[in-house]
């Protein structure tokens, strides 16, 4: 970095006069919060076209976008009541293969559609850890019996991914 900037960024804030380095930090700040701003906007844009022509265009970009997108899909799903929009949004959330989905895809677990708390399933054998296993032999031993096959068979899948 060059500049004024660039050579106060590069010594330790400690050494800086406090005000520079409030300055620095506060400017920090603001990019960082300015950068969750555009992914907030950007996630709402690609949600509204998960459902039309530019749909595939749509799901590939906000895969792309990471974990980093996961609290704002969370967002999107929780305040839609379209079952297909739900589906595509777990999806997108299953494909980040993040930890920090597996509270959400739990709580789909006990959702009435089949289709949505089977792609939670789904995500939750992508994910493949221990907490995913613990997670669904409790839920195993709760779940009605029509799930349960299904819970069991998905506990396999990971336990040969784990052993594999």
């Known amino acids: 970095m060059s ?11 400690e050494s800086l006069p406090a005000a520079f380095s409030f300055w620095l930090r506060h400017a920090e700040t603001k990019a960082t ?9 950007l996630v709402d844009y690609y949600v509204q076209r998960l459902s039309g022509p530019e749909a595939e ?3 590939h970009s906000l895969v792309e ?17 379209d079952k297909e929009l739900q589906i595509r949004l777990i999806q997108i959330v299953c494909q980040y293969r993040s930890e920090k989905a597996i509270p959400f895809l739990e709580k789909q677990l006990h959702h009435p559609v089949p289709e949505i708390w089977k792609t939670a399933l789904d995500g939750l054998v992508m994910i493949g850890t221990k907490t995913s296993l613990e997670l669904l032999a409790a839920a195993s031993l709760k779940a009605p019996a029509e799930r349960r096959e299904w819970i ?12 594999g």
Do not use: C
């Open 152 to 163: 069991q068979e998905a506990m396999q899948q990971i336990h040969e991914g784990l052993d």
């Open 57 to 59: 265009n749509a799901w």
């Open 33 to 41: 919060m300015s950068a969750m701003h555009r992914l907030e906007e």
């Open 3 to 13: 500049g004024l900037v660039g050579r106060l960024k590069e010594r330790p804030l």
């Open 65 to 81: 976008e990471g974990p980093a997108a996961l609290t704002y899909l969370l967002n999107f799903f929780a305040s839609t009541k």
